[in-house]
Structures are given as C-alpha cells and as structure tokens.
C-alpha cells in the first residue's frame, strides 16, 4: 500500500512539474510574440513617419507665389481631432512656360469593424471589449497642367491607391496641422497663411491577427514632428 501511496505522490508530483513547465513555456512564448510586435509596430510607424514626411516636404516643390497647395478635413472623434481627408500638389518639372507635371496627392481616414482591436477579451465576441483604430488611404494621381488656365491639358487623370504607402496596424490617432509663423494653429479654409506643417499619429501594438487582438500596451507608440514649407 505504501509503495502505490508513494507512486501516486510521485505522479502527482510530475505532473504538476509538468503543467508548471508547460505554463512557463506559454508565458515566454507569449512574452516573445509580445516582443515581436512591439518591435514591428515601432517599425511600421517609423516607416510611416518618414514616408509623410517625406510627402508633406514636397509642397514646397516649384513654390512660386501659390501657396494655397492643399485641403484639410478635421473631425472630432471621441474628444480627439483627427485628420479625415488631406489633399496636396507640387510640381514636378515643367514642359514649357505654362504647361507643368502636377503631382496631387490624398490621404484619407477610414475605420470599420475590421479595423477594431480587443482591449478585453470576453468569453464571446459579443462580449469583447474593443477599440476603434484606423486606416489611412492614400492615392496619387499625375499629368501635364496648364498652370496659366488652371486646367488639366487632355483628360484629367485618374486617382490610383498607392498601396506601398499604406499605414501601420494599429492606428489609433491621426492629425495633419497647418500652422502660422507663431505655431499657432490655422483653420482649414485659410491653410494658404501655413507656414508650417505639424504631423502626429499614434500606434497600438497588438498581437496579431488585427481581429480579435490583444493591445500591448493600450498607451501605444507616439510620433510627432513639425516641419517648415520651404520653397524649392
């Protein structure tokens, strides 16, 4: 009887050994897949802050006397100001006199069920609790302008979506602000006053897929920069 006491204890033993070992294994899994998306999110959004940055330096491309170069849409979310549409152009070369490659570009804010993340999980979908983010849509479009008419020379070109500039998972905050000499913050229909561009976005990391993530952490990574139109 003693010896079936002790094997028991012994196979109680082994498994609780073993069920510790097995945790520990989910934890520094779990730990890893935390570490890996952290590092990809800081590395989505450092890609996105340089390529809108890059983007908003190209308005002072051909400046001339025009500096009513671009459009602004602001929208309240939730308490937060978000940039919902951001349209520019610059001029990339000239042909003639009158007549000069215009380059015009679009970003705009867009959110669906498919872009919300889970703060909580529940013990049903119905039952997470969520978090909007947020993608952005940009769009180019290209072709020979009559600067002295102010038309397109031929049919007007098509918008296409630039897909290699898309923005990173986990989107939370997105803001383009016009600003005067004095940084102070001009209003969307007097953007031609900006003498400066102020850029802000922020980004959750999540465990992947986006759909029924897990945030980590719920602060996120915050990138901002301002940056002077300077005619060139």
Known sequence: MQFIFDHLIA??????????MIAQQIQSRQAAMERQSV??????????????EDDVVKLGSRFGRDR???EIETEVIDGRTFTRRFEYYYYDGSTSTDISTRVEVLYELAEDDSTRVVVTEGDTPADDVTMQVYDITRSARR????????????SEPVWD???????????????????DSDSQVVADDDVE??????????VVPTLFPLHRARIIPENGLHWA???EIRPF
């Open 143 to 154: 072709g020979e302008y009559d600067t002295a008419n102010e038309v397109w020379v031929g």
């Open 39 to 52: 590092h990809q999110a800081k590395g989505q959004a450092l890609a996105f802050g340089e390529w809108l």
């Open 225 to 227: 920069t301002t940056i």
């Open 161 to 179: 979506e630039t897909p290699e500039y898309g923005s990173p998972h986990g989107l939370r905050h997105f803001l383009i602000q016009p600003r």
């Open 11 to 20: 196979t109680l033993v082994a498994a609780t050994l073993g069920l510790a």
């Open 193 to 202: 006053e900006a003498d400066y561009v102020r850029l802000e976005f922020s």
């Open 68 to 70: 009513d170069r671009f």
